[in-house]
């Protein structure tokens, strides 16, 4: 039911906010988009479960938050593993595309929402609200060769183009930072607009805390087993490392912690003020090559040894992208040890490129709200 147009303009405006449950990276870069919203004097809504649920309702407890089911995708222990699995769960994710977009409508006749902002998942569009889809991968990889790489793009771009606009997380300039995952030839047929690179991080002067020669942060995410097979490598790995580190273990809502020592620390989980002090802290950051943590990454400008995902084939080629421009080093997991990656990144000519403004994101949301009230 549309709400009447009195009622509307005698509120604020009410805009819904969910990130996909792939990993911890779609949330994260929500965090500034939702802080810009509130900025703005919006009234913002949540949505999700499980670990984005516990991560977001951290940093925003005051914000209503609405159960959304994921699309609950779990990875296998190999990368031939992985294709055959995300395979086997294709019905799985069709099934949840479809319930989640049934699921708006419902939310939109309970609670008027304004617009909604789906960062990755394809079912949240609405034939009558203004519906933003978020994604830097408008060309999907994949292993089996670019004849496939253009049926993954259709099938993408039959979702996205169902969305009013489409907001891509990087910088228009040549080929981005996340190279042709960002800027592909073929372009969605509706409007789309580059918002610049989306961290949660705060580079404030009078907070920057001096780096410490010898200590590493560790971050660990993404969707199981690979998480907690890297944990397993770094856990053996750290023992032998004589300098200080700590290891934050990406599981916000697990009650199973590991014992710190005076050397070592671990942390489940940190919030956005927390890892940005330890990010700040740390000679060399290792973790997988997850957009949002390169994001994170190039606003510090910190050195960083990336470990892509086994068979995600958007993480293996941004870190051989970033690797090849000089920002990052990369390395397996199959081969990867602390004491080889380390000897590999102080040879590293590290290059880092200027971290944009927040001007291209304050565009697009003054955009969308100027949209909003003229309707």
Request: hydrophobic share 40%; glycine share 4%; with cysteine.
């Amino acid at each position: 039911m549309k709400q009447p147009f009195e009622e509307k303009n005698l509120r604020k405006l009410r805009i819904l906010v969910a990130p996909l449950d792939w990993g911890l990276g779609h949330a994260t870069r929500c965090i500034p988009i939702i802080q810009h919203l509130l900025k703005a004097g919006v009234e913002v809504w949540l949505a999700g479960e499980g670990a984005q649920e516990k991560l977001l309702t951290d940093e925003f407890s005051d914000l209503p938050f609405l159960s959304l089911h994921g699309y609950r995708i779990r990875y296998a222990r190999s990368a031939i593993g992985l294709l055959k699995n995300i395979l086997f769960q294709a019905p799985k994710i069709l099934k949840a595309i479809r319930n989640e977009n049934k699921w708006l409508a419902k939310m939109i006749d309970e609670h008027h929402f304004d617009a909604v902002i789906s960062d990755n998942r394809y079912g949240l569009y609405h034939q009558t609200t203004p519906c933003v889809f978020i994604t830097h991968q408008l060309k999907i990889k994949s292993p089996l060769g670019k004849w496939t790489e253009k049926i993954l793009q259709k099938r993408n771009y039959k979702y996205i183009n169902q969305f009013t606009e489409c907001w891509v997380p990087d910088i228009l300039d040549e080929d981005g930072l996340a190279g042709e995952l960002s800027h592909p030839l073929k372009k969605p047929v509706i409007p789309m607009c580059y918002v610049g690179w989306l961290s949660r991080l705060n580079t404030d002067p009078a907070n920057i805390i001096e780096e410490t020669k010898d200590h590493l942060l560790i971050i660990l995410s993404g969707p199981e087993p690979q998480r907690s097979l890297l944990e397993d490598k770094i856990i053996k790995e750290i023992a032998n490392y004589r300098g200080t580190a700590t290891i934050v273990r990406g599981l916000p809502t697990s009650p199973s912690l590991i014992p710190s020592t005076s050397m070592i620390r671990f942390y489940n989980h940190l919030p956005a003020e927390e890892l940005n002090k330890e990010m700040q802290k740390a000679e060399y950051i290792i973790s997988r090559s997850g957009y949002s943590t390169i994001m994170d990454i190039i606003k510090l400008k910190k050195k960083s040894i990336l470990i892509p995902t086994p068979g995600q084939t958007e993480q293996e080629y941004l870190a051989d992208h970033l690797s090849q421009k000089q920002i990052v080093v990369c390395l397996n997991q199959k081969d990867f040890s602390i004491a080889e990656g380390l000897q590999k990144a102080r040879q590293f000519p590290y290059t880092f490129p200027e971290y944009n403004d927040e001007k291209l994101l304050d565009k697009a949301m003054m955009n969308l709200i100027t949209s909003i009230k003229k309707n």
